[in-house]
């Protein structure tokens, strides 16, 4: 169910999160394009280690982990789908030079 809440919110509800956090992203996104159970068993450590050093809301953690459950299911396509999503939702803001990278 969150999967669905997570693709139906779209572009319209950014949030910021720590740079550290854009690169755990980053990271979940390598592992899932990968298809690599193994990376993705990397990733889960990287946000527990995240949240546990308060790096990493809960709220971000619960949302990497329905990424990791479609990957458990062998669902790559969904799971590669609610990353970009949530890459997307969590843009750093334009302060720090990134921009929007996509039309609406």
């Known amino acids: 169910m969150l999967t669905v809440s997570l693709i139906a919110t779209g572009c319209s509800s950014k949030t910021e999160v720590p740079a550290e956090n854009i690169k755990v992203l980053a990271v979940v996104r390598t592992g899932v394009s ?3 159970p193994k990376q993705i068993d990397r990733c ?6 995240e949240v546990e050093q308060g790096r990493m ?9 329905s990424v990791f459950a479609l990957t458990d299911k ?14 997307d939702r969590h843009k750093p803001s ?5 921009r929007h990278s ?3």
């Open 57 to 65: 809301s809960e709220s971000l953690a619960r949302e990497l982990e």
């Open 94 to 98: 334009q302060a720090t030079g990134h």
């Open 44 to 49: 889960r450590e990287i946000v527990k280690a």
């Open 102 to 104: 996509h039309d609406h």
């Open 34 to 36: 990968m298809q690599s």
């Open 74 to 87: 062998g669902e790559w396509e969904r799971a590669e789908k609610t990353i970009l999503n949530l890459q």
